[in-house]
Structure formats: C-alpha cells, structure tokens
C-alpha cells in the first residue's frame, strides 16, 4: 500500500523559510515523479512543483520559481520542498502527490496526473 506522510509546515513570518518532507513508502515503481500542490477553502489544488525519482528534473509554475525548491533523497525515499522568501498568498495546506514516470516533467502540473496522495500540511504565512 502506497503512503505518503508529510511534515514540516507550520507558522512562519513573511520572508520567512520553511522546509517539507514527505516520506514515500510502499510501492515498488522503478520510475515515478513526485508532486508538491498546494490548496486554500474553496479553491481547486495549484501545482507548486514536481521532481522525476529518476534523473531529478524539476518544474515549477511562475509564481513560486525561484522561491520554491523541491529535491529528493532516494536513500531514504523522502522528497523535501525547501520554501523561501514566503509570502501571504503562499499559505495554504500542502500536498505532496505520486504519479507516473517516464514523461515530460512540465506536463506533470495538474492533480489528475497523480494517483497517491499525502494527508497534507498546514502552511501559514503572516504577514
């Protein structure tokens, strides 16, 4: 059984740093690619960043590129997404998601591509 367990959001001023961990488990795919969304009330869930386990490609959308990085580990099968200079509009819960491998990384940018999810973490930013 598939499962991602994330960790690390919390409360942090704005220009401030935060770090999230989501430890994968459970699966036995050769090639996957690994998801951050992020979502608020009432809203759908907005792609923030995406990895391939494989060869380590990274995208990210305009509005956190150069804010936002997301890496991994595969030693210890844990993905992270490093945040920095945050922002207001940043705070949301935070989802990390696995999906499938072997693709173009950018069209990896919408929750559907995914088939696992985390729980999500809190992520609020004060202004």
């Known amino acids: 059984q598939v499962q991602l367990v994330e960790s690390g959001g919390g409360l942090v001023q704005t220009g401030g740093s935060l770090r999230l961990s989501c430890a994968v488990s459970?699966?036995?795919?050769?090639?996957?690619?690994m998801g951050w969304f992020r979502q608020t009330p009432g809203k759908e869930r907005d792609f923030v960043a995406a990895?391939?386990?494989?060869?380590?490609?990274?995208y990210y959308p305009l509005s956190v590129k150069g804010r936002f990085t997301v890496s991994r580990d595969n030693a210890k099968n844990t993905v992270f997404l490093q945040m920095n200079s945050l922002k207001p509009e940043d705070t949301a819960i935070y989802y990390c998601a696995l999906g499938r491998g072997g693709v173009i990384i950018s069209t990896m940018v919408t929750p559907h591509e995914y088939n696992y999810w985390g729980q999500g973490t809190q992520v609020t930013v004060s202004s």
């Open positions: 990895i391939s386990w494989t060869d380590g490609g990274t």
């Open positions: 459970g699966h036995t795919f050769s090639s996957f690619t």
